[in-house]
């Protein structure tokens, strides 16, 4: 992932400027974030962001950058701040990353605990809880939704009820070969993806038992679009319940809350948790 650039929407597509034009304004500025720790690691954090009102449920926020330590939970501030002002509690979290104690399990196990640190909190009910992430967060995000699949997390008390993937590198061994962030999956992974990776990689895991929804811009030239539309065509011919909508724009228009493109992704939210 580069340097982060301005997110600019150029052209959106007509049904995304139907949904500008009907953009719900903010009843709320809702509370100022706490950072709330879930291990003794400096990475072991989240930023809680509550409603003023009534909570529609938890928004995980899953940061990207190609799951490297120089990307960090900032990128997922202003989602939070949205949320929370659309009635959402937000979990932006942080966890370890490559170059800072993180890769296989350490960014996985981090993950994990961060949503069950969620249990724990008061006045946090868990009943709604979706997972938001951006490139490789939307990666942990889908991945989060079936990890209580697997041994190291069958443990897991506070399950994921959708998972909206934003640009999303769902498809490690895809990734791997397509070199995508010049070897990050061989380093999240520590070797090259394959067939024996499951436990890590959503594409392997389908069909998930919870929705999943992708959104995905057309010019993404960092994560190709295909990550996302070759996973929903899998899922749907597996029998999941899976989408995607492909919007004008590049890999960080589905992270820009004053584009068209957010606009809608509160709509599915509001979907996912069945508003």
């Known amino acids: 992932m580069p340097t982060r650039r301005s997110v600019v ?3 959106a597509a007509l049904p995304l400027v ?5 953009r719900p304004e903010p009843s709320t500025e809702g509370s100022k974030p706490m950072r709330i720790p879930y291990g003794d690691d ?5 930023e809680l962001t509550r409603p003023s009102g009534e909570s529609k449920g938890v928004v995980v926020v899953i ?7 120089e990307y960090d939970l900032e990128l997922g501030r202003p989602l939070a701040r949205s949320l929370a002002e659309q009635g959402w509690t937000a979990w932006n979290i942080e966890y370890r990353r490559v ?3 993180g890769g296989t399990p350490a960014t996985f196990d981090d993950v994990h605990a961060a949503i069950e640190r969620l249990g724990a909190l008061d006045d946090v009910d868990t009943s709604t809880v979706l997972t938001l992430g951006h490139s490789a967060g939307g990666h942990l995000a889908v991945w989060a939704a079936g990890r209580h699949r697997y041994a190291t997390w069958r443990t897991a008390t506070v399950r994921v009820s959708g998972a909206l993937s934003q640009a999303g590198v769902l498809d490690l061994v895809t990734a791997n070969r397509d070199d995508l962030g010049s070897g990050a999956v061989a380093a999240l992974l520590g070797h090259p993806a394959t067939g024996e990776d499951e436990a890590y990689d959503p594409r392997q895991q389908l ?3 919870v ?3 992708c959104v995905h811009g057309r010019a993404d030239d960092i994560v190709p679009p295909s990550q996302s539309t070759d996973y929903v065509a899998a899922a749907t011919s597996g029998g999941a319940d899976a989408a995607v909508e492909l919007v004008d724009g590049d890999h960080f228009v589905v992270i820009d809350p004053e584009s068209p493109a957010w606009t809608r992704q509160l709509e599915m939210l509001d979907e996912l948790a069945g508003r």
């Not at 139907?18 to 009907?22: D, G, I, N, R, V």
């Not at 400096?42 to 989240?46: G, N």
């Not at 940061?63 to 330590?69: E, I, T």
């Open 9 to 11: 929407l150029a052209a």
């Open 18 to 22: 139907a949904c500008a034009q009907q």
């Open 42 to 46: 400096p990475s072991q954090f989240a």
């Open 63 to 69: 940061h990207g950058g190609f799951w490297k330590a």
């Open 99 to 101: 170059g800072a104690g």
């Open 207 to 209: 069909p998930l038992e």
């Open 211 to 213: 929705p999943v929804r």
